[in-house]
């Protein structure tokens, strides 16, 4: 675990010791409002990346794929410019003492680039650069000097078509701070010089012209131990399990004890870690962070619930799997197109908390979700888009997520739609346009909101609708086929032209009406509107309820979902409507039983084309070990020929993954992972896997006293 990590910095100003780093196009702008001293931080810690670390660092690599350098010159002809990408080594800062103060770079100059073939071949002829013969251009400091606040002056020697000639460089700080993503430092600068042709015997340019030179570079502290020190890890001592077995809620149920298989499953694979590791020679931290603590754990449950009784589902993988890294990989890792059409963040500002809404959040956020205890005081930064970014795309595989509206009035909702397109744009600057999606949240029964969805289209490009439909500003919800609201929703969703509507279903809320979680109109109103696509979120299943045997008479749970499926007129595997799993798959995983009955039914008589992966992130932290525990569910042969359940094959499970969703969304999938591999997030998390740092920790209420000090506070609001 040695390898360098790189880093993230993306986002606005958000009250840490400095301004975080706003990619644009390709390099580094630094917000305004950092100064040198910013780059030491102060008082952040514990598993929010936003709020972690303490180191004090003055060395800095350079970060390549935010760091530019463009030249100008004029040849024998018209004005030319050219930009270098590909710049290696780091620079050293200590504000106190110019004097240890140092820079060193290197460029390639085969990676000289300019925008018109022809002046490329020139550039790198034998005539100018002789790229060939003289591959690099080197720049070593001698001293550097400050002329006033924040500005510098950078003297030293400059290495370039074979000839070294004493340079300078006007240097201004551009920011410094905390990473927020895994836990360094980072500086910005811009530097600026001009050189002479002539010094450097380049013969086709006229002798009294010179090359001008603007450099904007970004540096990250190198990180020790292959990532952060040890005081830095997450979980250095190796106390939580890289599968989330636990009773945590997503703010919209009350937790549920575990059952006492599930508890001596936990038990169980924590002997196991401590056992295998010492076998393997690791420490118990790194071992639960490979593929074979993985699972291992997962065969902990098995042998846990096989003792109690249990006989419907499984999880499928060879034994040697808990010794074997390559082997456990083969079980849980694999290459599926991951596409999770339920994310949740939060944005951090404190705007939204002045209303009465949001005043409700700000309290269910700051003394309900365990989470925030992990930032300094009045900071929410445990649960917004750099938390996301982390959790859900290094520490998981997912590939594409849609960040998804909360409940709220506009102006009083903490995702409100321009912090989710911000989100959006803090995913995208890492990665490709469509590493993230953005869904436009609507409460047809408040006032403004069917014209508010105009702007949501135009201005903010949103790829789906949100619907709450048990929420009402007087804590009367509707139907969405009732002709008052939801008939007029739907209509203006069709005008639209983005005719995806995701509905939360199921999941009664405390103190709202019954009756409006009732899945049933989801199915009624999909058969009215066969040109819309409807994805019923949570499947329609209630949490007090065991999934079990499929029974239309009495339909309680995701019964309910399916009773209206079956009523409405859809067959397998046809039509508009679709499940969608957040939430109900992490309840379910950890009681094998009801997950083979729960996915059974799905499976039956919805398809496993009609389907779709959601998570509920980050309320249940990463969600990789749903990831993991999906990849290897299986239902037992006994259940398949009691229940007519079938088996759940690769192809299916990818199908649920992403394809399925991949359609409604217009993703081209291909294209997708193709860029997904060579994108920042993809270079990021092949850096990062080798020295990964998650936190395996979920963030919502575990305990029955939060839950109901979360009702006492938001009136049984909907999170």
């Known amino acids: 675990m040695n390898s360098r990590l790189a880093a993230i910095g993306t986002g606005r100003r958000r009250g840490l010791a400095a301004s975080c780093v706003v990619v644009v196009s390709g390099y580094s ?18 598993d929010c990346v936003m709020c972690h670390g303490q180191q004090r660092a003055n060395t800095f690599l350079f970060d390549s794929h935010n760091s530019l350098v463009v030249a100008e ?26 004097q240890n103060s140092s820079v060193t770079v290197e460029l390639d100059t085969t990676a000289v680039r300019s925008s018109d073939g022809l002046v490329n071949n020139f550039l790198h002829s034998g005539q100018f650069l002789d790229s060939q013969k003289y591959p690099l ?26 000839t070294t000639v004493p340079s300078e460089l006007e240097a201004s700080f551009d920011g410094a701070g905390p990473d927020p993503a895994l836990m360094t430092q980072y500086a910005a600068f811009r530097a600026s010089g001009n050189l002479r042709c002539q010094d450097f015997r380049i013969t086709l340019c006229a002798s009294s012209d010179r090359i001008q030179l603007d450099i904007v570079v970004l540096g990250r502290a190198p990180p020790s131990r292959g990532g952060f020190n040890m005081e830095d890890d997450f979980d250095p001592e190796g106390t939580r399990l890289p599968i989330k077995i636990d009773s945590t809620s997503n703010g919209e149920w009350a937790p549920v004890p575990l059952t006492r298989a599930a508890e001596l499953g936990n038990r169980e694979a924590f002997a196991d870690a401590q056992r295998l590791s010492r076998k393997l020679n690791v420490s118990r931290r790194q071992f639960l962070i490979s593929a074979a603590g993985a699972a291992a754990t997962l065969l902990a449950f098995n042998r846990a619930h096989a003792r109690s009784g249990a006989r419907g589902g499984f999880f499928e993988m060879p034994q040697v799997a808990a010794l074997d890294n390559h082997a456990a990989q083969a079980s849980v890792g694999g290459s599926e197109f991951i596409f999770d059409v339920q994310n949740h963040c939060v944005d951090p500002s404190a705007s939204w908390r002045k209303s009465t809404d949001g005043a409700r959040w700000n309290y269910i956020l700051n003394n309900l979700f365990g989470q925030r205890q992990k930032c300094a005081p009045g900071l929410l930064d445990a649960y917004s ?5 982390k959790d859900v795309y290094l520490d998981s595989d997912t590939q594409i997520g849609v960040v998804t509206a909360l409940w709220g009035a506009r102006g009083g909702n903490p995702t409100s739609i321009d912090y989710a397109k911000e989100a959006q744009a803090v995913i995208g600057a890492m990665g490709s346009n469509k590493r993230a999606l953005i869904h436009g949240g609507v409460m047809p029964n408040e006032p403004g909101a069917l014209e508010f969805m105009d702007v949501q289209a135009k201005e903010y490009k949103v790829a789906a609708w949100k619907l709450y439909p048990q929420w009402g500003p007087k804590g009367v919800g509707f139907y969405m086929d009732d002709e008052q609201f939801g008939i007029p929703f739907v209509e203006r969703v069709r005008a639209s032209g983005i005719k995806i509507v995701c509905a939360h279903r199921g999941l009664p809320l405390p103190f709202l009406l019954y009756e409006y979680s009732d899945p049933a109109d989801i199915a009624r109103v999909a058969a009215r509107y066969p040109d819309v696509t409807f994805i019923c979120y949570h499947s329609g299943f209630e949490p007090g309820v065991r999934e079990g045997v499929y029974n239309p008479a009495a339909p309680a749970g995701v019964d309910r979902l399916i009773k209206a499926h079956q009523e409405s007129g859809f067959t397998r595997n046809k039509g508009n409507l679709y499940a969608e799993l957040g939430g109900v798959w992490m309840f379910n995983m950890r009681d094998p039983e009801a997950a083979a009955h729960f996915m059974g039914k799905l499976l039956k008589y919805f398809g496993e084309d009609r389907i779709c992966w959601g998570t509920d992130s980050i309320w ?35 199908k649920i993954f992403g394809l399925n969703a991949a359609g409604p969304y217009r993703l081209d999938v ?9 994108d920042r997030i993809g270079t990021l998390k092949a850096s990062y896997s080798e020295s990964a740092n998650p936190s395996f920790q979920s963030y919502g209420p575990k305990t029955a006293t939060q839950y109901r000090n979360l009702l006492a506070e938001s009136n049984g609001r909907p999170g």
């Open 137 to 162: 251009i080197r720049f070593v400091s001698t001293s550097v000097r400050k002329k006033s606040e924040g500005k510098y002056e950078i003297a030293g020697e400059l290495t370039m078509h074979g």
């Open 620 to 654: 249940f932290g990463s969600p990789q070990d749903q990831i993991q525990a999906f990849r290897t569910f299986q239902i037992t042969k006994e259940f398949q020929d009691k229940y007519g359940y079938p088996e759940i094959t690769p192809l299916m499970r990818a």
């Open 385 to 389: 888009a750099q938390q996301l970014l």
């Open 29 to 46: 702008a630094m917000a305004a409002g950092a100064d040198e001293k910013a780059m030491i931080p102060e008082g952040h810690r514990g």
């Open 670 to 678: 291909d294209q997708i992972k193709k860029e997904a591999k060579k």
């Open 73 to 98: 010159f004029r040849g024998v002809g018209a004005p030319l410019s050219a930009k270098i990408e590909a710049m290696r080594g780091g620079f050293t800062f200590d504000v106190a003492k110019l």
